[in-house]
């Protein structure tokens, strides 16, 4: 079982920026993909940005490329988000999620956060 928990969400003007964490449980962290999702108002959930077990590896959603950053620190067990440049349709709960798999992948996860509000401001 993987505990996430993710942290650093908030209010931001457009145009500012801010950087998700997500502290990972898993005594082998290192040996898990993880990904970033997001839940608007009234919307499905939808892929954000994903990493390989090893950090070697990114994919982003095409809304996001060029502003939104994934990055996974092993010896701290945590992933995070950058995000710059933020849009008021960036607003949602965002969630972290893990898989026991060493390739990216942008569905299928087993593990999942409980969730950080982004709020956008225009």
């Known amino acids: 079982q993987v505990q996430l928990v993710e942290s650093g969400g908030g209010l931001v003007q457009a145009g500012g920026s801010l950087r998700l964490s997500c502290a990972a449980s898993a005594r082998t962290f290192s040996t898990y993909a993880m990904g970033w999702f997001r839940q608007a108002p009234g919307k499905e959930r939808e892929f954000v940005a994903a990493i390989s077990a090893s950090g070697g590896s990114t994919s982003h959603a095409d809304s996001v490329k060029g502003r939104f950053t994934i990055s996974k620190d092993n010896a701290k067990n945590t992933v995070y988000l950058q995000m710059n440049s933020l849009k008021p349709e960036d607003t949602a709960v965002y969630y972290c999620?893990?898989?026991?798999?060493?390739?990216?992948?942008?569905?299928?996860?087993?593990?999942w956060g409980q969730g950080t509000q982004v709020t956008v401001s225009s």
């Open positions: 999620a893990a898989d026991a798999t060493p390739f990216v992948r942008i569905s299928g996860y087993a593990y």
